[in-house]
């Protein structure tokens, strides 16, 4: 079954799920960032079938979040370390958590704590505005195309509704 891609659509949030492409990516990405390397490592930590996780890890390293270093040469075995593109999913995986934290924790509380080294508190993070550092609220935001939406699609009486002011 050939799977639909979001590859080309005019939107990030689409070309981003495709790029993840299933549930095991980010779980993936997360362990990397939990400071795990090696294949046996994240196959232990995930309890993910081998197959899979090599698919996966193959993937984030055609995409440019991770790259494959060598470790030993009889038998060849490599780290997968996170790349600068990786390392920038950071922020796309803590918002998660936190929109987990407060609407799929139990009583008992959040299951990680994200702690800031830097200043020395426990954090969530935030989403602000770049140039105030305001918080984003949808309310409080508008959309508008971009260079990079298609001409050809920006006439299309749907897209021209989406973004009417």
Excluded at 4 to 11: D, G, I, L
Excluded at 124 to 150: A, D, F
């Amino acid at each position: 079954m050939k799977r639909t891609s979001f590859a080309e659509w005019p939107c990030s949030i689409a070309r981003t799920v495709d790029l993840l492409g299933d549930l095991w990516t980010p779980l993936v990405l997360r362990e990397a960032f939990y400071g795990i390397r090696r294949f046996d490592g994240f196959q232990q930590s995930l309890g993910i079938a081998r197959n899979t996780l090599t698919d996966r890890l193959q993937r984030l390293v055609q995409e440019g979040l991770m790259v494959k270093q060598a470790y030993q040469s009889e038998p060849e075995r490599f780290d997968y370390v996170l790349t600068e593109k990786g390392r920038d999913f950071f922020g796309v995986l803590v918002t998660m958590s936190r929109w987990g934290d407060r609407w799929l924790s139990g009583e008992e509380g959040v299951p990680v704590v994200l702690h800031h080294d830097r200043c020395g508190h426990d954090t969530s993070p935030e989403i602000v505005c770049s140039m105030c550092r305001q918080p984003l609220r949808p309310e409080e935001t508008s959309k508008r195309m971009g260079p990079g939406y298609s001409p050809r699609l920006a006439q299309r009486p749907e897209v021209q509704r989406r973004f009417a002011t």
